[in-house]
């Protein structure tokens, strides 16, 4: 069963930054990418950015211009960092992983909450 521990949430002012982080169980071999997503209320969850093993990065629209993911391949783990943030980004960010065979698997999730 693959595991992802998330951390780095909570509650920020508009403006500032947050960093989140995600650490896998999994063994990097296996993992074709991670990333995160996020899911406000009553809206759909939303690609936030991923990236594979390679390094190669994705990002969606959401934040675009104030995200940046990366990866630490040794610790299995995937870092969200985020800056300018506005209230419009609070939602709940799950890390995701997409393991080589195919399989989705999620984290619990997050709150990232940011007052203006």
């Known amino acids: 069963q693959v595991q992802l521990v998330e951390s780095g949430g909570g509650l920020a002012h508009a403006g500032e930054s947050l960093r989140l982080s995600c650490a896998a169980s999994e063994d990097i071999n296996s993992i074709n990418a991670m990333g995160w997503y996020r899911q406000a209320p009553g809206k759909q969850r939303e690609l936030v950015a991923a990236i594979t093993t390679g390094g190669s990065a994705h990002y969606g629209d959401s934040l675009e211009g104030r995200v940046t993911i990366s990866r630490n391949n040794t610790r299995n783990t995937v870092y969200l960092e985020m800056s300018s943030l506005k209230p419009e980004d609070t939602a709940v960010y799950y890390c995701?992983?997409?393991?080589?065979?195919?399989?989705?698997?999620w984290g619990q999730g997050t709150q990232v909450t940011v007052s203006s």
């Open positions: 995701n992983l997409v393991a080589f065979d195919g399989q989705w698997h």
